[in-house]
DNA sequence: TTGAAAGCGTTACCAC
DNA sequence: GTGGTAACGCTTTCAA
């Protein structure tokens, strides 16, 4: 059996009220009497139970993470930033994958409530009316991070995409290019992909350019492969840039499969900066978004919050960097 | 304030041992007072504190996972299988990154176990002596998850490493390749790359080829860039077998860096099946190891332990495959 | 079928 | 400085 703090009590001889005492520093002890009871502790091994504890103090020092799939490696990167940060605070991380599910979100929601987590971190792909329901029904403080769509109800974190499409489709312009096509998600309405637009026009417009932007079903390495065949065969563009690097990896692949040159016969650039984007060759020309960075402000804000501060603004903007890799370059 | 049995009890004008008897459905209640407290449940919107529970219970339906880094690729398809598989049987994660840093894992040991987890699943890439007289102390269910080193004491799940290297080489050689390097991980006594390099050996003998075997001093990219240098400027091999992914992605790398063309030229083997394997270009033909296998089993096994079934075998073997892509054909 | 009460391992308040 | 004890929210005997 594992000691409790009775029997470091009953073993040293004081009463528990002084062994807690001595173990969270919370009031004077008597040198001696200190120096008892640490060797008692120590002889029996003794560590508090975190449990009972959370039961009085109200804390569990626990952060519920609920991700779509730590699969996806911008994913593991924010969880990486969650931790960190939050193992410097004390908070370890309870986590749960939800796999796109809407029915998950909500179950694991309560679910981390019930395990009396002290804030949650929601890492989505859709949007989900009920969420509001739970996170105003539980009053723990909430970060709502999604890449698709923005919602002001919620506290979230994020680069400025109209401002970082803008950049890298200006930084195209600036090479040299001319036919510039853009690889947009199609989801209906995904209010993040609207900004993207956005800055892509602005500059094509700036520059008077010929706007060309394809439409994709999703944001994976297929849709990019897709898009990149319908773009060749119109020969219409000698730079693509992708609103995500997934799609951006599969235009490469296509490239690849059918002998095009990257980026001597087309330049390609995605955004993100995922993990294998400074793999993959070419090495891929992107705009990075800082993953780790966005995790860590996450935590940082709902320990904050924890502490009573709240945070005025609901909506955080980090910076973002263009990323020039090989895929790049001048046209020919 | 968050309702509670006691408010359920009141409310509803029974005792908490009735409504506790109708939420857990642990004897009989009649009808009538359990419609009544339900209804009483659902006004109040009241969950059961599971930390409550946990202290009377011991059942925290928690497990520690204890990861080296989540942004190996690997080891997030190892989580997933745990946390698929764990929730299955209603077991949350608890998550902590290590780093490598050995006295972390120790840390952690012990940080997880305060917070009452029901086993521990480390993932680690060291030999940690220590490790030994935590798992003891806590009579917990404890797995041990290692790429680069095998320890008897501690149940683990794996593949058979030398009949992988030794498949896969014979793979090569059945292609017509007789110039086959072996690129190898040098970690000292790292006691998972000898059966590697049995089987390699193995392969080789058997086919009366001369074996050439480089060193490197780690399993990244980088190292694999330079073995490729080295076998290149050499001019010793119309085949590389890398013992890790990493590393063979890196020669993959170098290659194309230098204009070699793969597989023309030379093919490219790895061991592993992370995930970029399947994305780069070349594809990269492979041993798949399970990870999400792995983790499943792993947690399957404490939970099977948690149950009272002793699992006898402490290693168990899972089986690889041979996964010929892109980067691997004949020598020309 | 129901309720009272002990107990899980702590902390925190109140006396002394 | 120190000890006794209520309380945290729940499950589980034990009686009724």
Known sequence: MVATIKDVAKKAGVSISTVSRVVND???????????????????????????????????????????????????????????????????????????????????????????????????????????????????????????????RYATVMVDNCEAAYEMTSYLINLGHRDIAYVSNNKEDSSLEKPKLEGYSKAMRENELKESVYYTEGISMENGYEAARNIVESKSATAIFCGYDEAAIGVLGYLYDNGIKVPEEISVTGFGDILIASIYRPTLTTIKVPYYDIGAVSIRRIIKELKGEKSEENKMILPFQIQKRQSSSKPK
Chains 1, 2 share one sequence.
């Open 26 to 152: 919370s009031k004077p002890v008597s040198p001696e009497v200190k120096k008892k009871v640490m060797e008692t502790i120590e002889e029996l091994g003794y560590k508090p139970n975190e449990i009972a504890r959370t039961l009085v103090t109200k804390k569990s020092y626990l952060i519920g993470v609920i991700v779509t799939d730590l699969g996806d490696s911008y994913i593991a990167e924010i969880v990486r930033g969650i931790e960190e940060i939050g193992k410097m605070y004390d908070y370890d991380i309870l986590l749960c994958s939800t796999f796109g599910d809407k029915d998950a979100e909500i179950r694991y929601m309560q679910l981390l409530n019930t395990k009396q987590v002290e804030g949650i971190i929601l890492i989505s792909n859709n949007i989900n009316e009920e969420i509001e329901t739970y996170t105003k029904s539980f009053k723990r403080p909430f970060v709502y991070l999604n890449r698709y769509y923005y919602d002001d």
